[in-house]
């Protein structure tokens, strides 16, 4: 039954991240679990399933799912639309701004200056503050977007004048390719930055409160690097 083993796999997930955290010095809930549904179809009842299991955080990688999902949740009544929150993970097109802003709770991957100028302006324009994470390049893979770890601080710098964003934090996902080794030091690096920018002091309208990092395979190491929250698709859906 899907309801039952999704409640299993949720169960499972939430004691390796309690494991992990304890691991690192912190509180078995201090991490939030934002369940990734992306390749899963909105009406084959794995949101249902997710949410008698506990879950209240959502997320997809595009922002056409993202608005599909939402508004069949809110056609069917699956349940009340205060009580879940909404993330986009994935990259976020300057055409698609518009729609997505009012949906989401956060956007994890602001990549560049020109998408955070974008979004801010639309922001303004829709008289809403919108919360978001700045995404970083931690490894290689050309892939990967983001800001350059080096470039952060410049980035903030300009960003603080941006005053309908909220950054809470940064995003970052390891190399495809890493070995086990190789990606804790990429989640290390993203840890390291968030330290060193409250350090050097933050202006008001960004925090390093969020460090989203770890997806099924490496979330246990991204815990204990000091994530905050974690990505999980495959490991409670399927």
């Not at 997930?13 to 369940?35: F, H």
């Not at 602001?110 to 974008?118: G, H, I, N, T």
């Not at 809470?168 to 390291?192: I, N």
Request: aromatic share 4%; charged share 25%; proline share 3%.
């Amino acid at each position: 039954m899907l309801t039952r083993r999704i409640a299993e796999n949720v169960r499972l997930v939430r004691d390796r991240i309690g494991v992990a955290a304890v691991k690192s010095g912190r509180s078995k809930d201090s991490v939030l679990l934002v369940a990734v549904t992306k390749y899963n179809p909105a009406a084959d009842g794995t949101l249902e399933a997710l949410y008698a299991a506990g879950c209240r955080d959502f997320a997809e990688a595009r922002p056409q799912h993202l608005i599909e999902k939402m508004t069949f949740c809110s056609d069917y009544n699956l349940f009340p639309a205060d009580s879940v929150h909404w993330h986009l993970v994935g990259q976020l097109q300057r055409n698609k701004i518009r729609k997505v802003l009012p949906l989401n709770s956060l956007i994890h991957s602001v990549s560049d200056l020109r998408l955070a100028e974008a979004m801010n302006r639309i922001a303004g324009e829709l008289e809403l503050q919108c919360r978001c994470l700045l995404e970083v390049a931690i490894s290689d893979d050309e892939t990967k977007q983001g800001f350059a770890v080096q470039d952060l601080s410049a980035a903030v710098d300009k960003i603080a004048v941006l005053p309908h964003l909220q950054v809470a934090g940064l995003m970052g996902m390891a190399g495809l390719e890493a070995d086990a080794g190789e990606t804790r030091r990429q989640f290390s690096s993203l840890r390291l930055a968030a330290e060193k920018l409250k350090a050097d002091g933050l202006p008001p309208n960004v925090s390093m409160e969020t460090l989203s990092m770890g997806m099924s395979g490496d979330f246990e190491t991204a815990v204990e690097e000091g994530a905050t929250l974690v990505r999980i698709g495959s490991l409670l859906v399927e």
